[in-house]
């Protein structure tokens, strides 16, 4: 493996701990924060923050417990203070929300994970024409409108081709997990 | 809820609309109103926005399947057992790597970011960053790197919460240095202290500097080099070799002559005092922009090319010279060389301390055999009078590589020594890396059925922050026990010197009337004596107290040394600030 980072002989450390724990959960509390925060732009200073006060305050977790329901509470404040700031600016939901979505996603925690897993797998199947639009409108320097005007296309073909392009993942995803069922 | 229902669609159109940033603001209230009275409506919006959050996660690295799979192990690895500590064995990932086209090997291990770049997206990479950062920062980086062995956990203070606080503005991280002597106006950076934008001047020496986008510089002194941001520096002056994986793809040095963008993945420049510059290609490619000619076009310049700017030529093809420039492989073999100077320096003063008439103990805890559980008393012609009994610690590493250390872990471990002898003055001098500073420590503690004996501590102030150290010297006059109490006052330990080698000394000294502390070689404390008495360390504890049973359940029954000690002395006179100084010169590790 990797460097000696996880490498331990002495008591489980704090640090170790928390590094465990938090490189395990990050894709389920980005996936968190950005589902109650649609706004992309702001998902991620959220999550920056979300991340250091759940290391400021990780004598408050116990071992143990859920360390992924523990971190959702902690990203779920963080962006309530967030939206509290920037909702005369953008389009926000509100409280009652905002805390609706957090148990939903609490409740269907494990089941979303373990989509991760078929997401990863779905990804492999998809044709390398839609794989590659897929890295260009995710990737981090351009906007979608950048993307398209480079492909000499229109941001609404892009846009429905993209949408297509998920409609397609969810289908190959709820090929094996099934959809997700408000009875779960 | 109907998939193909008509609103079962309409709300599918606007997650869409959502995820695309087309929404209205009349969508938006739809679509809100939707989510909040609708279950189903809600678990929809689930699904999507976490297949959108996935692909974001997945995409960032401009598809890098390379990354993405070690992402994948890494949490697969995690799933199969989620005991915190757990060891995992070291794999020739480096070399996987290396086959799916990226960083070489000397470049992997001579960077911890190329564990945390290729695992985790370059947003999280801050934060944990911040708190490598700090737990680097409590323990000697190049010590964890040679043994793969971490020391006990030291305490998350105050201090250290404002430092991960201020990482947040930080853009890289001091990796290693060789020697480096920093200009004389700014402060010295250490190991595992974070940068953030600002000029740095090197008067000579190496250091290595990770940028947390990804990118690795050597840079050697003379040399002022000003960091920009994650991505950008501007040298003034110097010699520097920089290693750009391909998702730090992008990093940009400046100069006054030109402006050089890595493609990846490895070039040097050297700019003089007077500006000419020259820029060596390694491997790789970069856009080489002339800055001052700026109507011509930028050049690609790919791996074993050179061009050199001055007042004559500009981008003139001049030969390559990797040679020039020290990479990954020359700084570890010279860190090594450094390191085993300073651990002969230090042999070399013990045989002059040998020599000291008024040695009473020396312990150099050079002990050859892991089974060793004597410590031996290094004073010549000492009979082994004055060797410890080891009990319950474990060896391990010291100051240097080749030094061996004592570590005291549990409230069991404890050196047992017997130093007859009373005398007028006493200097007790040792070499400790405490893990903490939060409870009162023995650093020797006597056995108090004796008429005579002294205590050695560092006392806490129970915060973790701060501490001092303490001398208490005992007495029995006509049957009475007298204690009299000598302390350096606040502030003589802080969080800073946990996780590090530091030197600390006490003097009895009859003549001044004074006891004083050291740390580090500089004074600390001092406190005038009121009662003249002889001084013994008799029978006594290193590192421990020797346990009585009335003390179960007081603040007195834990004062176990929690650290490392590599070196214990003790002399019959009080020893002058001067030979105080020197022997924690002699003995300073390379930070």
Known sequence: ?184 | MNENSPSSQRIGQLIDRLINDQLTANEFAELANELEHNRSARLLYIETLGLHADLQHNFRHHGDEAIKSVTDELGSLIEQDDAPGKRFPRTDRQSDLHDAGQESNAWSNSGIFTFIAVSVPTVFSIVLAAIIIWFIRSHDWQQSMAGFGMPPTARLSIADLEEIDSAKTAVAVMMKDVDAQWKSNQPKLRIGQSISPGVMELASGLVQIDFFCGATMILEGPAKFEIKDANTGFVHNGKLRVFVPERAKGFTVVSKQCEVIDLGTEFAMDVKANDDAEIHVLDGKVWVKDLVQTEDEKQLLTGGNAVRFDNVDRAKAIKTETGFFVGPAELNRRATQSQSSGFAKWQQTLDELKQDPDLLVLYSFQESSEWDRILANSRPQAGGIGDGAIVGCQWATGRWKTKRALEFSSASHRVRINVPGRHNAMTLCSWVNLDSIDRDMALTHPETEQSNFIHWTVDSNNTGSIASLHLAVSDTVDGVKIREHYNSGSACITSEDVGRWIHVATTYDPDAKRVTHYKNGIKVGSKPISRLQMVSLGMADIGNWPYKPWSEGTEFQIRNLRGSMDELSAFSRALTAEEIQRIYEAGKPEE
């Not at chain 1, 992309?40 to 360390?67: C, H, P, R």
């Not at chain 1, 409740?107 to 639009?133: I, M, Q, W, Y």
């Open chain 1, 1 to 184: 493996m990797l460097g000696g980072i996880f490498v331990s002989d002495s008591q489980p450390d704090d640090h170790e701990r928390f590094v465990a724990h938090f490189v395990r959960h990050q894709s389920s509390i980005y996936s968190f924060i950005s589902t109650i925060v649609p706004n992309s732009m702001d998902v991620d200073e959220i999550m920056q923050d979300a991340s250091l006060v759940m290391w400021k305050k990780f004598s408050q977790y116990s071992e143990g417990t859920n360390f992924r329901n523990w971190a959702f509470q902690v990203a779920k404040f963080t962006a309530m203070n967030h939206i509290r700031k920037v909702k005369r600016d953008r389009h926000v939901f509100t409280t009652q929300l905002v805390e609706l979505l957090a148990s939903d996603m609490e409740t269907h925690g494990t089941e979303l994970e373990a989509r991760r897993s078929a997401f990863r797998l779905c990804v492999t199947k998809l044709k390398e024409n839609d794989r590659d639009l897929l890295a260009g409108c995710y990737s981090e320097n351009q906007s979608i409108k950048q993307f398209a005007s480079r492909l000499d296309r229109t941001p609404n073909s892009v846009y429905k081709q993209l949408n297509r392009i998920r409609r397609d993942l969810l289908t190959c995803i709820r090929s094996v997990h099934g959809n997700l069922s408000p009875t779960s």
